[in-house]
């Protein structure tokens, strides 16, 4: 999930050059229409993404619908999908995004359409990551950034990188350490610019070292350019327990930097980056790469055998970023204990940005010295503020830093691990909605999380879900720490944590899917049998929310055997009911029935002895055994669930058995009893804050309505639940919806929005796999055809729906059987 969506971020403010490919830019993407689509290519440092961000600065005029900006991250572990950054987009356009790539692609292209929007792709790793992201059209501009530049891409204007030429690289050095400097020792400038290879990410990391030690001459800078060589395990000088880069004198375990005598070539015999005795000829003590016969001493400022002025990337030949390793080195020589070490469990743990009270979890520091190492991690240029309070790090300086890193450090890194992920806990617990998905909460166990700062948590509470927008890709990269680490426990207690946060109240289905993916991969591997099973239901759960029910029984019939090899009787009765659930909405009603059959004995079961169980499941035998017709039986099942409810004060549980029961008498033609009961289920929902429910009951007290002739009433509340299911991406609710408002334009005699409310009902709910309510939809529409006249095409609708009512057992084949077109176009469910 690395990606981001911002409006453009601020042009760099140090910009410098580029001239030409400016111009170039603006000239290409200031043109009426067809707007073009620009790729900017070159090596990692080169500044793409800041010529991107300042062409797209300047072109704002061209582009009134506004602008925006997609992280891809292409060059990390986890580059975006093509799923997820539509997704990303379309949120940020305020629109919800459905499932599936095509989907997301076409409801783009549909939202851009006609609108003039510059769309900049940063970090792109491919075409195939890009391609989708393409709105087309004409009207939106698109730039690309990338290392390569991407040639299958049909139809695109190149920009290639090179090098900053020197006079540019020492102006950029100038704006960041002050003109005049540069220009009093403007050889030693053009020297540094030569080692950083003109480079805007090694010029700016140079400039920012001179900037915090301006009493250095840029000549020592420029002799102390020496390029450091990926190593790993200790660096030099350090004692044994000690973590890489601490150096001589320092404490078992002490922090890079703590011992006396620190500095850039600090250390008997070695120089930042050297390998004693290496290289024919060389002086003892001299790196590879050395000039030979460099003896020990020179240099200044370096430390007893560093040879003077080792050529920048030696022993790394042309690599690209090499001028940057120079001058990353010398930053993160220069930085505290407590820096190196935040930076080093960033980029060990792979996140992508971080916040200050993520980096005092890392830390396990005050929230107040985590920003300050945030501070001094910024002014050496190592770290970015990307957006307000969050910082993010250059792909080169994160692969710096994860060569530094050996295994003595594993210990910290799990015990970070452990924090932050807690830490994340204790706020996704304390942002949870009020109703968690499922027929039975799993009650498996979840550890309460890390305590965390309560101004952290007052801020988050203040806007869960920008706090969440913002930090979801954080999260999940945590979850796929941990499981790197082989922590199993923590990543499935983070992952089940998150089914119950705004990646459910906000519809964020992706990135739910991938953690609990992620996690379920490290639940099996380390024989979790309980994390396991929790997982695959809670997977269930949320197929099961999107509407997909064969993978939803697919996830729950695995899980199942996993709770009963536990022993977990609560895990095993949540699992029975929602699996029971799924098979119902697919008119799979024998195994419906079986499976709430074994529930309700679990839920009586001594060890368990719940009523709201018990009372959700005897709702659900009374829910099938109406859609079968047996209203006798259905009847006795829901008005013992409302008996329980009631008395063990179940809200939620008395709210959904009125709605139930409201069915039930529409289904019996008992409309008054049936208004009533939805009008007291609306008010339960509405009271308790049950937002998807109130549209269920909405709908519900909508239809009785229409059937007694109240259209007028009807319509507003039908279009408030229509948006309330489409704010949750409940489809099959919305589908049920558009049906009710099909049949209620039927009944006002306007046919052609009836046809497309019902045409659009018919396509989601065969998109679902929910056979029954589409034969519902297939006999609205017969009677549609009949008051078009079309009896032929109607006789074929209804033979459709026939034969699906008959193939489920459902009790509309009896009752159609004897009257196939009764008076009106109202179905009784």
């Keep these: 999930m690395e990606f981001r969506v911002y409006r453009i971020p601020p042009a760099v403010p140090e910009f410098t050059g580029r001239q030409t490919e400016l111009a170039a830019l603006r000239n290409l993407l200031s043109v009426a229409t067809p707007r073009p689509v620009c790729v900017i290519s070159g090596p990692s440092g080169i500044g793409k993404s800041a010529l991107a961000v300042q062409a797209a600065q300047a072109l704002a005029r061209h582009y009134p619908d506004g602008r925006l900006y997609v992280e891809l991250n292409g060059g990390s572990s986890a580059p975006a999908t ?53 709105p087309g059209g004409g009207t939106c501009g698109v730039l690309i950034t990338s290392r390569s530049s991407l040639p299958a891409l049909a139809g695109t204007s190149p920009i290639e990188l090179g090098e900053l030429p020197p006079e540019a690289s020492i102006a950029l050095l100038g704006r ?20 950083c290879r003109g480079l805007p990410l090694a010029l700016r990391l140079a400039g920012a070292r001179l900037a915090s030690e301006p009493d250095w001459p840029l000549g020592l800078l420029a002799d102390r350019l020496v390029d450091h060589t990926p190593r790993t395990g200790a660096e030099p000088g350090a004692e044994p327990g000690a973590e890489p880069g601490a150096e001589p004198g320092a404490e078992p375990g002490a922090e890079p930097g703590a011992g006396p005598g620190a500095g850039p070539g600090a250390g008997p015999g070695a120089g930042p980056g050297v390998e004693p005795g290496a290289g024919p000829g060389a002086g003892p003590g001299a790196g590879p790469g050395v000039e030979p016969g460099a003896g020990p001493g020179a240099g200044p400022g370096a430390g007893p055998g560093a040879g003077p002025g080792v050529e920048l990337g030696a022993g790394l030949g042309a690599e690209p970023g090499s001028g940057a390793r120079a001058t990353i080195g010398l930053a993160w020589e220069a930085l505290d204990g407590q820096s190196r070490r935040a930076l080093r469990r960033m980029a060990a743990l792979g996140l992508p940005d971080a916040t200050a009270w993520i980096t005092a979890a890392l830390l396990d520091a005050t929230p107040d010295d985590a920003a300050g190492a945030l501070d001094r991690l910024t002014r050496a240029g190592l770290l970015t503020a990307h957006t307000p309070g969050r910082h993010i790090t250059h792909d080169l300086v994160r692969t710096f830093v994860e060569e530094r890193a050996d295994e003595k450090t594993a210990g910290d890194r799990a015990a970070a691990v452990t924090r932050l992920l807690g830490g994340w806990m204790w706020l996704l617990q304390r942002i949870a909605p009020p109703f968690r998905p499922g027929v039975i909460p799993l009650e498996t166990g979840r550890s309460p999380g890390v305590e965390v700062d309560p101004s952290v948590t007052d801020g988050v509470l203040a806007d869960p879900y920008a706090w969440f927008e913002a930090e979801q890709k954080s999260i999940a990269g945590g979850v796929r720490a941990a499981a790197a680490l082989g922590q199993d426990e923590i990543a499935v207690q983070l992952a089940s944590a998150l089914s119950g946060s705004a990646f459910v109240s906000g519809d964020l289905f992706d990135a739910w899917n991938q953690t609990h993916a992620v996690a379920l991969g490290v639940a099996r591997r380390k024989g979790n049998t309980l994390g396991e099973a929790t997982l695959l239901t809670e997977l269930g759960r949320l197929r099961g929310g999107q509407s997909r029910f064969d993978e939803a029984r697919a996830c729950l019939s695995q899980a199942l055997p996993l709770f009963r090899a536990t022993g977990h009787l609560r895990g095993e009765l949540a699992t029975l009911a929602d699996l029971a659930l799924s098979c119902r909405e697919q008119g799979r009603f024998a195994e419906a029935l079986r499976l709430p059959a074994i529930a309700e004995r679990r839920a009586g079961h001594d060890e368990i002895g719940d009523d709201t169980a018990i009372a959700q499941v005897k709702r659900l035998i009374g829910s099938i055994r109406l859609e079968q017709g047996d209203y006798g039986t259905a009847w006795q099942e829901l008005a013992q669930a409302l008996w329980l409810s009631r008395t063990i004060e179940d809200r939620r549980g008395e709210a959904r058995t009125l709605l139930a029961i409201s069915w039930y008498h529409r289904a019996r033609g008992e409309l008054d009893e049936a208004g009533e009961h939805a009008s007291k289920a609306l008010a339960g929902f509405i009271e308790i804050g049950d937002e998807p429910m109130t549209a269920h009951a909405l709908r519900a007290r909508a239809k009785t309505w229409l059937r007694v002739g109240r259209r007028g009433e009807a319509r507003r509340p039908l279009e408030q639940a229509l948006e309330i299911c489409q704010a949750a991406n409940d489809r099959l609710g919305a589908a049920l919806t558009l049906r009710t408002l099909g049949e209620l334009d039927l009944a006002e005699g306007r046919l052609r929005e009836s046809r497309g409310h019902l045409a659009l009902a018919v396509q989601l709910t065969q998109r679902l796999g929910v056979p029954l309510w589409r034969a519902r939809i297939l006999r609205d529409t017969a009677w549609l055809q009949h008051a078009f006249g079309a009896s032929d095409q109607a006789d074929a609708l209804l033979a459709e729906a026939m034969e699906i009512f008959h193939r489920h057992g459902a009790r509309e084949y009896r009752e159609l059987s004897a009257d196939p077109l009764p008076p009106g176009p109202y179905s009784r469910l």
């Design 82 to 134: 093509p799923e997820e950054a539509l997704a990303a987009v379309l949120r940020r356009l305020g629109e919800r995004p459905p499932d599936g790539l095509a989907e997301r692609a076409a409801h783009y292209r549909k939202a851009l359409a006609r609108r003039r929007f510059l769309i900049v792709l940063d970090d792109a790793q491919s075409e195939r990551q890009v391609r989708p992201l393409l």
């Design 176 to 195: 960041i350490v002050g003109a005049g400097r540069v220009a009093r020792e403007r050889a030693a400038a053009a020297r540094i610019a030569e080692r």
